[in-house]
């Protein structure tokens, strides 16, 4: 824990996990140690821990992923990771999806909340409401038609907030 909070983090850490010879379940713990504690580094251990950990979002194996963005999640990097993290917002695996989407979440800004759009539909209830939710606070009359479509959801939550954010919107646009 001591070596993931240092400036020699991902370095160390980087070369185990991109070694073939270590486990998956020895990855795992690894990646845990990470989150647990690069987030109480510097700004620049934690952007170096980020991009050490990157290459593990295209592993094959799911759990691996899955820990890896985990692990992008909780590092609290500076740098913006929210492009690696979209390409997982629509992966087949649904740990994976939710640990993306759990992790994208700090990225969400007005430049970046496009892609959760697609998640609206998600077969996960918890997905496609935690999807609309994020992305709610920064959808604008360019959004209009997929929010129109939305307010015919199947699922009730959608299709409420989806009227919610029409009149916000329609209001915001009669006031200026």
């Known amino acids: 824990s001591v070596l993931a909070r240092s400036n ?20 795992i ?26 290459p593990l979002l295209d592993s094959s194996d799911p759990e691996v992923q899955q820990a890896a ?3 992008l999640g909780k590092t609290g990097a ?7 993290l979209e390409k997982k917002l629509q992966a087949d695996d649904i740990l ?3 640990a993306a989407l759990n992790a994208f979440a700090q ?12 998640l609206w539909y998600d077969e996960d209830p918890q997905i496609r409401r935690t999807a609309y939710f994020l992305s709610s606070a920064f959808l604008n009359e360019s959004d209009m038609e997929d929010i129109q479509k939305a307010t015919q959801h199947e ?22």
């Not at 647990?36 to 980020?50: H, P, Q, T, Y």
């Open 107 to 118: 990225y969400t800004t007005p430049e970046t909340y496009k892609p959760l759009k697609e």
């Open 155 to 176: 699922d009730d939550f959608i299709s409420k907030q989806a009227k919610i954010s029409i009149k916000f919107l329609n209001q915001k646009k009669t006031s200026i």
């Open 8 to 27: 020699s983090a991902s370095d160390v850490f980087g070369d185990a996990l991109q070694n073939a010879s270590v486990s998956v379940d020895q990855k």
């Open 96 to 98: 994976v999806r939710g």
């Open 29 to 54: 713990a690894w990646l845990k140690v990470l989150a647990d504690n690069s987030l109480m580094s510097s700004g620049k251990v934690r952007n170096s821990v980020a991009q050490s950990v990157l």
């Open 78 to 84: 500076k740098d913006n990771v929210a492009e690696e």
């Open 69 to 71: 963005i985990d692990t």
